[in-house]
């Protein structure tokens, strides 16, 4: 099954914001199917829209982890986008951080699909960040058990520390002077 299934990353991947209040997400666990749906969407709509890597960006890919290197689009956008349109995930995306005043959401995984605001700079060591998550993905036991883990690992570590952020981090760091 885990060949079959179509990647999705439920992750801020490079995002800043103001420091938010950890919230209790059970409420939520419930509705990330909901999202999860949505960014399947997502993930499709980039990887008809996007870019496919060049030589030395597949070889990074490869370097982190990443199976199926030759899968990944990059999608430039003025937003990476979230479902705003419906109110409980709006929510959720508010109280754990993703969307709000304070934030700016400057690049994305969805599945294969690597979405980035126009103006940001994806730099290498950036880039690795995504792909890290990419294979993170790939290598999960499933889609959704996967953002479920994800999800309450922000809510009860933050962003920064969150166990499969602190592994991306590294990807920034071994990539930094490349």
Not at 93 to 116: K, L, M, P
Not at 125 to 131: C, G, N, R, V, Y
Not at 161 to 172: G, M
């Amino acid at each position: 099954m885990r060949n079959r299934m179509i990647p999705l990353l439920f992750a801020l991947s490079i995002t800043t914001y103001a420091n938010a209040a950890q919230p209790d997400v059970t409420e939520f666990l419930q509705v990330l199917p909901q999202y999860v749906e949505w960014a399947k969407h997502i993930d499709e709509e980039g990887q008809k829209a996007g870019k496919p890597l060049n030589k030395a960006e597949l070889q990074i890919a490869k370097d982190v982890g990443v199976i199926h290197p030759e899968k990944i689009r990059i999608v430039y956008v003025d937003s990476v986008p979230y479902p705003y349109e419906n109110p409980i995930l709006k929510e959720m995306g508010e109280r754990i951080g993703f969307i709000g005043e304070g934030i700016t959401n400057n690049a994305q995984v969805f599945g294969y699909s690597i979405y980035v605001r126009k103006g940001f700079t994806l730099d290498t060591p950036k880039l690795a960040h995504e792909f890290v998550h990419v294979k993170q993905i790939e290598q999960a036991a499933s889609l959704l058990e996967y953002s479920k883990k994800h999800l309450v690992d922000m809510a009860t570590y933050g962003y920064a520390d969150a166990p499969y952020e602190k592994e991306a981090f590294k990807a920034n760091e071994k990539y930094k002077n490349k």
